[in-house]
């Protein structure tokens, strides 16, 4: 393969994944944490007064509110020491919409990684389809990555062989079955 056909798989590779992560990125947008949480509403601490020290104890329902995830929320007294108000889920809440994001987006990636990847195996250019097919291996592998800390063990573990079996494939009919 001459350079002028190295360069464009190269180009055609990195301009893929880009393209595509852009393009989604503008028609889906990825969830804002300011959307979830809003610190303005809480009030900053107070300065302790003189020597004076606050005597402070976990109360159950703080207890319960780390249990479930939540960020505990204070009111601070005349004296500057903590109450417990409230528990806050928007940290939660936008992990779980984060979450979702990321898998919407896994599987959206996944879907047209698949498909330019056959694409470049089928096209008759070989250097057009070696672009491509690097390409969709990138946008796959980008997608696997930004999903799969949200997946337990065994789920990633099973992502990871699938990708192989992808690579295996595009290896047996792009390069051993001419």
């Known amino acids: ?17 880009v393209f595509i992560a852009l393009f989604i990125d503008a ?3 990825e969830p804002e944490y300011e959307d979830y949480c809003d610190f303005e509403q809480y009030p900053r601490a107070l300065q302790i007064k003189g020597d004076q020290s606050c ?7 703080q207890e319960e509110c780390y249990e479930n995830k ?15 108000n409230e528990c806050d889920f928007c940290s939660k809440d936008y992990n779980n919409a984060r979450d979702e994001y990321n898998r919407n ?12 990847i056959v694409a470049g195996i ?6 057009i389809g070696a672009g491509l097919m690097f390409g969709g291996v990138i946008t796959l592998f980008y997608s ?11 789920l990633r573990a099973i992502v990871i062989l699938i ?6 494939w595009i290896s047996y009919k792009k390069i051993d079955h001419k």
């Open 105 to 116: 987006v896994f599987f959206i990636f996944a879907i047209l990684s698949l498909a330019i």
């Open 55 to 61: 005597d402070f104890e976990y109360s159950s329902e």
């Open 1 to 17: 393969m001459d350079i002028k056909k190295l360069a464009m798989v190269i180009v055609i590779a990195i301009l893929i994944p």
């Open 144 to 154: 696997t990555i930004r999903y799969i800390s949200s997946l337990d063990k065994l």
């Open 70 to 84: 939540g960020t505990p929320r204070f009111d601070y007294d005349s004296d500057g020491c903590q109450i417990y």
């Open 122 to 127: 089928y096209l008759k250019t070989d250097y």
């Open 163 to 168: 990708d192989l079996i992808i690579i295996i």
């Open 27 to 29: 028609l889906y947008s």
